[in-house]
């Protein structure tokens, strides 16, 4: 669908620890809103945003709600680019093993189930932001 | 606001969802539809509980759209389409059986 659509290209770029603030809950909240209102919506991870996508988090401890579940549910949003920085993964000792196997299905392509998550270098990174109409920063 | 139901008063918000998912019980979301004088059938709850069941998987209330697909992947296409949702809850699927649901407004939604 996103391909289709002739609109902005909208690129929400989260780059902090998922709690200690606000800012990756509001993020996924507004990519929410935009994918309903059926935008072209990705999303990049760098630094520390990579720990967004980790799986099994726990926020007992820390009086936040875990709204890390609701990564699972931007397939059915038709979100289906979650880029992430290598560079961002390796410096801090993680691989895409730790993170959550999130997944889009392609209606063009009898619905097949496909990795909504993209590992992409530090370079392509750049290349990317450049081809975005609209740059959200959390 | 607030709500009452069989002598407990539950608080809402300003739009009348529930304030805290935790007081919802089935008698609250009855309470909640006849006060917009909707009668809930075995239809409405099919839906009411699909949603509960979403909002405990992912933690959010889905927009309307992307409840009609997961409905119609879930229970099948002659449920997961807007006519009939519409005609369950005609405030809006999303919205409405949200509400009784006792979930928060979907994101999204104005």
């Known amino acids: 669908m996103s391909e289709e659509n002739d609109g902005k290209k909208f690129m929400f770029v989260n780059r902090r620890a998922p709690y200690g603030t606000i800012y990756a809950q509001e993020s996924l909240e507004v990519v929410l809103i935009a994918a309903a209102l059926e935008q072209d919506v990705s999303l990049l991870f760098i630094d520390d945003g990579v720990f967004q996508l980790t799986k099994g988090q726990n926020t007992e401890g820390v009086g936040m709600k875990n709204f890390s579940p609701a990564y699972a549910a931007l397939g059915d949003y038709d979100v289906s680019k979650l880029y992430v920085e290598k560079e961002s993964l390796e410096e801090r000792g993680l691989t895409l093993d730790d993170l959550q196997h999130l997944t889009w299905e392609d209606e063009d392509d009898d619905w097949a189930e496909k990795d909504s998550i993209r590992l992409i270098s530090r370079d392509e990174v750049k290349k990317l932001i450049e081809e975005q109409d609209v740059l959200l920063s959390f | ?110």
């Open chain 2, 1 to 110: 606001m607030s709500i009452e139901v069989n002598g407990k008063t539950y608080e809402t918000d300003e739009e009348g969802y529930l304030a805290n998912l935790n007081d919802w019980t089935p008698e609250v979301g009855a309470a909640m539809a006849a006060a917009d004088d909707c009668e809930l059938t075995d239809a409405h709850w099919e839906v009411i509980n699909f949603l509960r069941e979403y909002y405990e998987e992912y933690q959010i209330a889905p927009a309307v759209r992307v409840l009609t697909k997961a409905i119609g992947k879930k229970l099948g296409k002659d449920k997961g389409n807007s006519k009939y949702l519409y005609q369950l809850f005609p405030y809006g699927p999303a919205k409405q059986a949200c509400k009784y649901a006792g979930l928060p407004k979907p994101t999204g939604c104005v």
